[in-house]
């Protein structure tokens, strides 16, 4: 089955402790995104990656980092956490050129005390 | 930049009533646009789209027609089910390969039995 696939699902954590979450993708996509979403805001986009070890700044970058290693793997990491990083996260996958269709996991909700 | 703006919601409805979201954007060139759903509890997953002027996308009795001269991209539904309850994304695409997709903000959708 095609999917995108997020880990952990939930996580509660404390200021200043760093995490890290996983985004897999088994469709062999280039393109691959994390996004947050905010109520009101919509879902603006973190960072996002055209292929293996290239990465780029989307609008709301700070305080996250990227790697893309493999092209099936895409992680979030938190180095620092802090309370206005509390959001629901969501990775994102598309082959290139496809015109904006993209496949969402289903979702990290992240709360940071 | 380019933006993507929705109605406010949330909006009710009663189950067999007409849908009309209203979505409008700004911006340069002539992007892709784009219906997104949320179901609770899970990612966000394309509905449809249409990728130059006067193009209709449709799927699942949602209607969609790309209006250049207002800049439009309204989802209509003739009549909405219980299971069409959601949150409904307007986007469009931008960037290299036009990946990128700038949300507006969402608008929840509740239908009523």
């Known amino acids: 089955e095609a999917q995108v696939t997020q880990n952990p699902r939930y996580l509660i954590t404390v200021t200043g402790k760093k995490l890290t979450v996983t985004c897999s993708q088994n469709?062999?996509?280039?393109?691959m995104s994390w996004y947050r979403q905010d109520p009101g805001l919509g879902l603006r986009q973190i960072y996002y990656s055209m292929n293996v070890e290239v990465t780029d700044k989307g609008d709301v970058p700070e305080g996250y980092k990227v790697s893309r290693k493999e092209k099936r793997n895409f992680p979030l990491i938190l180095e620092s956490p802090s309370p206005n990083q509390t959001s629901l996260y969501f990775c994102a996958s598309s082959l290139f050129g496809d015109l904006g269709i993209q496949y969402f996991g289903a979702g990290t909700r992240l709360s940071v005390l | 930049g380019n933006s993507v703006t929705q109605m406010e919601g949330p909006v009710t409805l009663s189950e067999e009533a007409f849908l009309t979201i209203n979505c409008t954007y700004t911006a340069t060139g002539y992007p892709s646009l784009f219906w997104y759903v949320q179901y609770p509890g899970e990612g966000l997953q394309l509905l449809l789209k249409?990728?130059?002027?006067?193009d209709k996308g449709s799927n699942k009795g949602f209607e969609a027609t790309y209006r250049k001269e207002t800049t439009s991209f309204h989802l209509e539904k003739g009549s909405v089910q219980v299971s069409d309850s959601a949150v409904y994304f307007c986007?469009?695409?931008?960037?290299?390969?036009?990946?990128?997709?700038?949300f507006g903000q969402g608008t929840r959708l509740t239908i009523n039995p």
């Open positions: 469709m062999n996509h280039e393109y």
């Open positions: 986007a469009l695409s931008e960037g290299k390969g036009a990946q990128k997709l700038v």
């Open positions: 249409a990728t130059k002027a006067d």
